[in-house]
């Protein structure tokens, strides 16, 4: 009876560690990163400013299965990628209200290191692990539009020039 139940923990504890190594993928040494940004230049055809950032990383390692994660606003992101392992994008929404305006940095993190940095928070510890590498771009703000519509400023010239019209039409009259 005591065979059979060491050999199910040692199975479940294979599995754990199985899992746990899927999860964390492989490393990227040397990261050469180029990226493409996209956000949300205007609020008129939008609820939320919206971030894409694409990106293609070339490591000097080229790791086969690579999972990354980039932390956004202090909470993690999970980075998607293409088939072909090399393309990637992160995307995510703020409220116009809030959404940060000038240069936004987002760190980049493995699967190994994300893994760190997530149980050093959950254990209270303060994060120090670097990211492996950093996507910086420019977001110039949403534009809310003109002061002034131009409906409000139709409907004010047409209101002007009625008045006028209505005035001298008395003038004339008396």
């Known amino acids: 009876m005591g065979g059979p139940i060491i050999s199910i923990i040692q199975l479940s504890f294979l599995l754990i560690v199985l899992v746990s190594h899927q999860t964390h993928g492989e490393q990227c040494v040397s990261p050469k ?51 072909d392992n090399k393309r990637y994008q992160l995307s995510w929404t703020s409220s116009h209200s809030q959404a940060p305006v000038g240069l936004i940095t987002v760190d980049v993190y493995d699967g190994e290191t994300y893994g760190k940095v997530k149980q050093a928070v959950r254990s209270g ?16 703000g949403v534009w809310k539009g003109a002061w002034l519509k131009s409906e409000l400023l139709a409907l004010t010239v047409v209101g002007l020039v009625w008045f006028l019209a209505y005035r001298h039409k008395n003038y004339i009259c008396s």
């Open 125 to 140: 510890e303060t994060s120090e692990y670097e990211a492996n590498f950093q996507l910086e771009f420019n977001h110039k």
């Open 33 to 83: 990163v180029t990226s493409d940004i996209y956000t949300t230049p205007e609020t008129l055809l939008s609820t939320e400013t919206v971030y894409i950032v694409e990106f293609t990383l070339d490591c000097s390692n080229k790791p086969k299965e690579l999972n990354l994660y980039a932390k956004v606003d202090d909470s993690f992101i999970q980075v998607t990628k293409s088939l």
